[in-house]
């Protein structure tokens, strides 16, 4: 029984398309997830609600919690959950625990999460343990055409630790993780594309190899493009000649950088903003880079009683501005504004020019927090180390002190080092001193080594115009 029964039967005299993947049996929603290679963020689950006017489905996405409130208030109803073995008497050609999440093929009234409906596909159980279903975005749309729509999800809370302590700077007091609590309530937060979900699977995989990297970054032509460009720019002066990714990998950067890197310019394939101003997309991305590169380079300059990990530094530097990305994304106008004002008033630093524009409008409760702590909140949503999150969180702060405070202060000097070059957003007035002393580093040579990685990276400067093309 590769799919149920019903649920085969409705499928086809709809015209909904998906796609079987079968996989050995599973014993449990997360086995079957694994093994039929699906992607978490894009799997959809499937709860079966009761009152006394009868069951109602409800659809929210695998790693998200549901807020049966929200229900009960929008349905004006007081529905309960049901147990997986009262849910299975309503799917009876189901096999237990692998309910599908199309109720409607069953006769039940569905409840769908909005967030969910944005997806460019998602996958599902098929109500058989050994086959999994793959629906486009278009076919899961005409699927719940008739389903109520509204958000009902509730993600794992970002906790105020991982953003910083006692920062209270929202409207109404709302700490940091009532923020990001709200903003997944009121916001359609991008979910990560699955090219960068698979890469930071890969690299959590202690059997990963470069094949499987490879195989994930040769599936998206630009970004193989962009891979092979980077590796034969002149950062890394190889003359000979690369003809596939796994050249590019083996001979001259690495499964840890290629990994960083493919993962950074994957994940921001899931924002929409302008190209041009200061904070554009092309700026963002030559900011990026040259951060990613001249903070690896410090990191392996820095004390190594430190500790500090090159490889991490390089994501850490790659991904700190991420939170510029999603204000972009999340609200054109006042990203329209900011950008503005950072094009007219370059000796301002991020952090005053956000409050003229944070204090206005009715964005202002979310993110008068500034762009670093907006980041943060996605980054971790995503499931980012951690030392990457509370580097995008804190790297405008110059005066933490706590958990990964060497990482942060790596990238706010390297930070420093690329503004002398007119490169980045960050202030020129900060004490340069200070942080090569923490990082153990000699002031000097710290000069000396953004100026040679400032040169070599302007070989990344076409590469930069090809990413947001």
Request: with cysteine.
């Amino acid at each position: 029984m590769p799919i149920a029964s019903k649920l085969s039967q409705h499928l086809l005299q709809h015209g909904i398309d998906c796609q079987p993947i079968h996989h050995p049996r599973s014993a449990s929603f997360e086995q079957a997830i694994e093994s039929s290679g699906a992607v978490p963020e894009l799997t959809l689950k499937a709860i079966v609600l009761l009152d006394r006017k009868g069951p109602v489905m409800a659809v929210v996405p695998y790693l998200a919690d549901l807020d049966l409130p929200v229900v009960n208030k929008t349905l004006s109803r007081e529905l309960q959950m049901l147990s997986a073995d009262q849910s299975g008497q309503l799917f009876k050609d189901c096999e237990p625990g692998n309910i599908p999440a199309l109720g409607m093929a069953y006769g039940l009234p569905i409840l769908i999460d909005s967030e969910v409906l944005e997806f460019d596909h998602c996958f599902m159980r098929s109500g058989c343990a050994s086959t999994m279903l793959r629906l486009p975005g278009r076919a899961l749309r005409m699927a719940m055409k008739g389903a109520i729509k509204v958000n009902v999800s509730v993600w794992p809370e970002v906790v105020e630790k991982t953003l910083g302590d006692g920062v209270n700077a929202c409207r109404g007091n709302l700490s940091l993780d009532g923020v990001a609590k709200k903003l997944q309530q009121v916001y359609k937060l991008p979910p990560m594309p699955e090219t960068a979900v698979r890469i930071l699977h890969l690299t959590s995989d202690p059997d990963s190899d470069v094949f499987s990297l490879s195989d994930i970054i040769e599936r998206d032509p630009s970004l193989s493009a962009q891979i092979m460009r980077y590796a034969r720019s002149a950062l890394f002066s190889y003359r000979g000649e690369l003809t596939s990714i796994k050249d590019a990998i083996n001979i001259v950067l690495g499964f840890d950088r290629v990994s960083k890197l493919a993962m950074g310019i994957a994940a921001a394939k899931a924002f929409s903003i302008s190209e041009d101003g200061p904070l554009g997309l092309k700026n963002f991305w030559q900011h990026a880079l040259y951060s990613g590169v001249l903070s690896q380079a410090l990191a392996l300059m820095s004390d190594p009683e430190l500790h500090l990990n090159d490889k991490d530094a390089y994501l850490n530097g790659l991904l700190h501005n991420f939170g510029i990305l999603l204000i972009g994304h999340l609200f054109p106008p006042e990203f329209k504004m900011l950008n503005k004002l950072r094009e007219s008033e370059p000796e301002s630093s991020m952090q005053d020019i956000e409050q003229q524009v944070f204090g206005m409008g009715s964005a202002q409760q979310f993110i008068a927090l500034g762009h670093g702590s907006m980041g943060a909140i996605l980054l971790k949503m995503w499931g980012m180390p951690e030392s990457t999150v509370k580097v995008a969180a804190m790297h405008q702060n110059f005066s933490y002190e706590g958990e990964y405070e060497s990482e942060v202060k790596l990238v706010q000097l390297s930070n420093y080092l690329l503004a002398q070059y007119g490169i980045g957003d960050e202030p020129l007035d900060i004490d340069a001193t200070e942080l090569c002393l923490a990082l153990g580093i000699d002031e000097d040579k710290a000069f000396a080594l953004a100026e040679l990685t400032v040169d070599q990276c302007r070989s990344l400067d076409g590469m930069t115009s090809q990413m947001v093309a």
